[in-house]
């Protein structure tokens, strides 16, 4: 018996190293693909924070007008994104995401000539975002709903006011989540118009070629602790 109890501290000490080296692996493998439980130590709620350096975010802007078959709908990237995410162990709920563009990172991903290229980028940057004067794309949620689809996989709902252009608007965005051991990752899409944010959609040749007023955003975003 005393042999055994000698052996105990070395024990417990071997499994708090384990515990510690779990909560700072990443991984997306199938094995630790789970929503964590919270460990003893830590409190009930985490807040983990967007990586933009592993995540995309993308706007489809659509050509229409007279003469839309002549034109091109463009893809353009958000290049310069941050912010956080916040969960309760366990279950998710409750949660909130708040996120920050910077305007004037949005750039042309399609394959045209480098003139073109800052011809569209210029007329984003002052006609259409007015990035010196709304430098910031700001989102915030006001409610996270979530329903569990799988082993750490979650069909969201995450509601909230988007600030574009100087406006606010509200907005509910649908995403699929997956937790990993100790990062999150979620995806989804979503339309906005831009008169509603008090944009005029941008046409040239007396209107038979312009950006239709919807634009479609995509996303696969990564936040770690």
Partial sequence: MTHLHSK?????????????LSQSTLSFGPAKNHLPARPNSLPAGATYRIDAGQSRFMVKAFAGGFLSAFAHDHNI??????????????????????LKIKSASLAV???VSASDRQKIEA???????????????????TSVSGSKTGDGKY???IAGEVTLHGVTRPVTIPAQLEFGASSLRASGG????QSSFEIKPVSVAGG???VKDELKFTFDIVAKP
């Fill in 8 to 20: 105990i501290p070395l024990l417990l000490a071997s499994l708090a190293a384990a515990l510690v």
């Fill in 77 to 98: 990237a958000i290049r310069e994104f941050g912010g956080e995410v916040q969960f309760t162990y366990g279950t998710l709920e409750p949660a909130s995401l708040q």
């Fill in 109 to 111: 991903t399609d394959k």
């Fill in 123 to 141: 007329t984003m940057r002052d006609e259409v975002l007015e990035t010196g004067k709304y430098p910031d794309i700001l989102f915030r949620s």
């Fill in 155 to 157: 069909q969201a709902r």
């Fill in 190 to 193: 979503f339309s906005l118009k």
């Fill in 208 to 210: 038979t070629v312009k």
